[in-house]
DNA sequence: GCGATTT
DNA sequence: AAATCGCAACGCCCT
DNA sequence: AGGGCG
């Protein structure tokens, strides 16, 4: 029967089509009609090569739809040589991977340092020492001609007709083997691929969708564990031998958080000695020496030779083969540190495929952007895989420029930011700096960007220090630099139209509101996407001039006395200027007007019973001595300096999350800094996100018991 | 801090 | 070329 | 309606 031919007509290019995810067990090894291919680590990209007549154009899109050609200029010119060959336009299916030494398809890692950079230069260097190539799987279109609707096998037969003696170094056909699977799956246990493809021959090819018609299975598992130790070098191996990693467990040996006062201990794993360049280790001793001590911090660790022992707080990914049965890793290679999260912050089960994921969040609220390059909805394999740009390469970039006092350029995941005037003096009476402020919020944003995440910004800008004159900025900026998250909030206009504002939630964003001279971060309750709807509401403890701290923390306990009471749950830090701030979790959708309610009748009932120490009057004049207790800024638009947020204060305060416990303690602002927070939240861990992540407030509830 | 406007 | 300017806005409470 | 407040 004769088959008519499709014609393209789409004009958008098309989305990839996405295989299944597949244990290796459910893996069908046995049938003959099944495609096997190498699975390859690298970014996945729609390839559109538009023939050269009229005018040659080639296009590498990733997932999302973001042209990375300029991104890979070699293999640009291999599909222009290709271009030059057609007669009409071809859409390819394929992944840029990087090569190594050898020439081979390499880990992804190699290709990372391929994914950031934005500059002609440095993609001309890095070209020449990390060369990638373009390996094709697939054929959707020939000259007018769509083929997605064809059977795979039929696909694969015309790209290699296609690419018939036009492969080249930077352009290859993906390899593949009808059948045999087993035969395949064996090769790939001993060559070490990253994993399997498996496409039915008969399927059609289906733009955007994740079918079942294709499957990959991963043969290496990938974990973050926790150094505790490393082992002398052997031969000619200069620095250490290899690391010893472990996992915290609980006491039914579960996967545990190292929780203060918990019973967690660390269960060791094994040791890592592949994966490392020379320059890793160097780099790592430098981290791990100051960490050293004299006892192991495994339960379980044999005892040998040549071990020297460290705090168990660096992390690290892992990839390996399997567990063996006594936990332990087999084929382990390092693959780098996680130092991207906070101190503290991470699931240290990591991500090793046993079901230990925590469960989803109930609802989307302020959950941190997904970082990656590829922004969030994507693909798990790269989504799941951090640019490994971590922070503390930042902050090194950040100490490099202060140090010279010299403007520069600060590259980062997302973007590149001029900074300028590192060496300014902010804090006068610390002697602190603008780069001492950057420096800061790159370490903290781990925690800091979920609390800010798709939430308006309003800045306060002191380009000249906390004595310097200050002015409010709500409008972005016209020009700011690409990548920075700008937003028109619906509804949002003022005399000259829509208001562009700035958005929480990037590393580029927080460090650009930095650059540009706004201390604090001040985001509103709300976010973008549901203007009216206030995720928290707020009460603000703001002592009057020579009012004891001992006091706000009076006034503290007695709101939480109230709260309690009606069975609200609430987040306490300090300000990191005077006074307290206390933040309620509202369900969601709810509104500022009735969160607002709440707060007014338990400021009024606190400030109407202990009228000498707390105050809801407005007029400063007649407050007197007092705890000025705050409720009017749940509204939409206002603002307050958030979790984590330095403040321009004299001392250089941090906006620092407390446990109610604490208010007990002799604790002051001015304990937490811009200098000493950070040690801090080490110990502490992030003691804000978790309080506001949790169970809300629904406003029926508590009004039901207000009513009795 | 920075771009636009005025001197 | 140098100096200067603008960079927020509005809902609430009390009078 | 106007002023202070944040």
Same mark, same amino acid.
């Not at 005037?421 to 804090?427: Q, S």
């Not at 009017?632 to 939409?636: D, G, K």
């Given at each position: 029967m004769a088959r008519t031919v499709q014609l393209w007509r789409d004009e958008a290019p098309p989305a990839p089509m996405l295989a299944t995810p597949c244990e290796l067990d459910a893996l069908n090894l046995d049938n003959s009609s099944m495609l096997y291919e190498q699975k390859f680590d690298g970014i996945r990209a729609i390839v559109i090569v538009e023939p050269a007549h009229p005018s040659a154009r080639v296009r590498l899109l990733s997932r999302n739809g973001n042209d990375k050609a300029t991104q890979f200029p070699e293999i640009v010119r291999a599909l222009r040589e290709l271009a030059a060959q057609l007669s009409g336009t071809v859409i390819l299916d394929g992944e840029v991977v990087a090569l190594d030494a050898r020439g081979q398809p390499a880990s992804f890692t190699a290709l990372q340092s391929r994914m950031? =950079?934005?500059?002609a230069m440095d993609i001309d260097a890095r070209s020449a020492t990390v060369p990638t190539a373009l390996v094709v799987f697939d054929l959707l279109r020939e000259g007018v001609e769509?083929?997605?609707? =064809?059977p795979l096998a039929a696909r694969r037969a015309r790209l290699e007709y296609l690419l018939h003696v036009r492969t080249s170094e930077r352009l290859r056909e993906g390899l593949y083997v009808a059948g045999h699977g087993r035969n395949v799956l064996a090769q790939a246990k001993r060559e070490g691929w990253e994993g399997l493809i498996v496409k039915d021959a008969d399927a059609p090819y289906l733009s955007g969708v994740r079918s079942r018609t294709w499957r990959k299975v991963k043969l290496h598992k990938t974990a973050t564990l926790v150094i505790g130790g490393w082992t002398d070098p052997k031969g000619t191996r200069s620095g250490f031998g290899a690391l010893m990693v472990g996992r915290f467990t609980d006491a039914r040996g579960k996967p545990a958080r190292p929780a203060k006062g918990s019973d967690a201990t660390l269960c060791y794993a094994g040791n890592v000695g592949g994966g490392f360049s020379d320059a890793a280790i160097s780099d790592l001793l430098l981290r791990l020496r100051p960490l050293a001590r004299t006892t192991s911090p495994f339960v379980d660790a044999p005892r040998a030779r040549g071990q020297h022992w460290v705090d168990p707080r660096l992390l690290c990914e892992v990839r390996f083969s399997e567990w063996t049965p006594e936990g332990r890793l087999r084929h382990p290679v390092f693959l780098g540190l996680r130092d991207d999260v906070g101190p503290d912050a991470v699931d240290p089960t990591g991500r090793d495929g046993s079901p230990s994921r925590p469960a989803q969040q109930p609802r989307p609220r302020a959950t941190m952007r997904e970082s990656s390059l590829e922004g969030a909805g994507v693909d798990m394999d790269a989504s799941e895989r951090r640019p490994y740009l971590p922070i503390t390469a930042i902050v090194e970039q950040l100490q490099l420029l202060e140090d010279a006092g010299r403007d520069g350029s600060l590259t980062l995941p997302d973007g590149v930011l001029e900074v300028t005037?590192?060496?300014?003096?902010?804090?006068p009476a610390s002697g602190l700096t603008k780069g001492n402020l950057l420096r800061y919020y790159a370490r903290i944003s781990p925690w800091l960007l979920p609390v800010i995440a798709d939430r308006p910004l309003v800045m306060k800008r002191y380009p000249n220090g906390v004595l310097g004159k200050a002015f409010y900025q709500q409008r972005a900026p016209d020009t700011v630099p690409a990548g920075v998250n700008v937003q028109v909030v619906e509804g949002d206009e003022d005399d000259d139209g829509p208001m562009p504002r700035l958005i929480g939630g990037s590393l580029l964003t927080l460090l650009y509101v930095a650059q540009l001279g706004a201390i604090s971060l001040d985001p509103w309750f709300s976010r973008a996407a549901s203007p009216a709807a206030a995720d928290f509401v707020a009460i603000d403890l703001d002592p009057m001039p020579g009012v004891p701290f001992a006091q706000v923390r009076d006034v503290a306990r007695w709101v939480r006395e109230a709260l309690v009471m009606l069975d609200v749950p609430a987040a306490l830090k300090t300000s990191g200027s005077s006074g307290l701030h206390i933040y309620i979790p509202l369900a969601e959708g709810t509104s500022y007007q009735s969160g607002q309610l709440l707060c007014q009748i338990i400021a009024t009932a606190v400030a109407s019973q202990h009228p000498k120490v707390a105050t809801v009057e407005r007029a400063v004049a007649r407050r007197g001595r007092t705890v000025y207790v705050d409720y009017?800024?749940?509204?939409?638009g206002k603002t307050l300096a958030c979790a984590y947020s330095a403040r321009a204060s004299q001392f250089a305060g941090v906006s620092t999350p407390l446990q109610w416990d604490e208010l007990d303690q002799d604790i002051r602002p001015e304990d937490f800094t811009l200098e000493n927070a950070f040690t801090r939240f080490e110990t502490t861990g992030d003691l804000w996100n978790p309080i506001l992540r949790g169970t809300p407030v629904d406003l029926r509830a508590v009004i039901g018991r207000l009513g009795g």
């Open positions: 950031h =950079l934005k500059g769509d083929l997605r609707p =064809l005037n590192p060496k300014k003096v902010f804090w009017l800024q749940n509204i939409e």
